[in-house]
């Protein structure tokens, strides 16, 4: 998605080999018009999967999410971090291991939102170990939910997360696939001229 490649390259700043500050539009301050590129981007790739609900976890993948949910015409709904007081059966939860964070944490949905009516498209911010996305899977699968597949914003195809959710069999689409981000530049894997 060249607009979305575009705006990383103006606006993304290399932190290290590993990590992208893109706090600009989408992780601190958000570009709505962006994000609703990106919410349309994802639906046209997904029009035909009969999606009936998009799923993220907060806080940075809501945004995406509720975008594609928009554009689809279904309910977005956000796996939480925390124990909600208000939440505390009736839950699906998931262990997330953070690779940044060398920890693990518990991530929950209410079953009341995904049940095996569902086909359900899985956005995120980031791809990277995949830790993240894993989980949401295993909340999915636990639901009996049809996963049609995952919308990633920010794929670093250098790291493995990619890899380790295509070779399940899903389906992964993502708008920008990083290849590099060596020597202070941000380079892309493949052309794209929309
Ligand atoms: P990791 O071990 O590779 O870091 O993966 P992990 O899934 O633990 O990621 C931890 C957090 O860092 C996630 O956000 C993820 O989206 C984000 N992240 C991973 N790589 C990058 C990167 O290169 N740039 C940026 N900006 N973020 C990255 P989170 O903790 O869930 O926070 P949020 O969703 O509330 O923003
Ligand atoms: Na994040
Ligand atoms: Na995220």
Known sequence: ???????????????????????????????????????????????????????????????PAMMAGLVLGVPAIFARKQKSLTLIDHLYTASVFSFTKNES?????????????????????????????????????????????VGIVIEKGFQKGGAIIRDKGIRVESLAIISSLANGKVEFLGEDLS
């Open 105 to 149: 944490n518990d991530i929950s949905v209410s079953k009341d939102f995904v049940t095996s009516e569902d086909t359900v498209l899985l956005i995120d911010d980031f791809l990277a170990n995949g830790q993240a996305a894993l989980g949401l899977i295993d909340i999915v699968e636990q639901a009996g939910a049809k996963l049609a597949g």
């Open 1 to 63: 998605m060249k607009l979305l490649k575009d705006k990383i390259q103006n606006e993304g700043r290399v932190l290290s080999e590993n990590v992208l500050k893109v706090d600009t539009f989408l992780n601190h301050q958000i570009d709505p018009p962006l994000m609703q590129a990106v919410g349309e981007e994802f639906a046209r790739r997904f029009k035909d999967a009969g999606i009936t609900k998009v799923i993220t976890i907060e806080s940075s993948g809501i945004a």
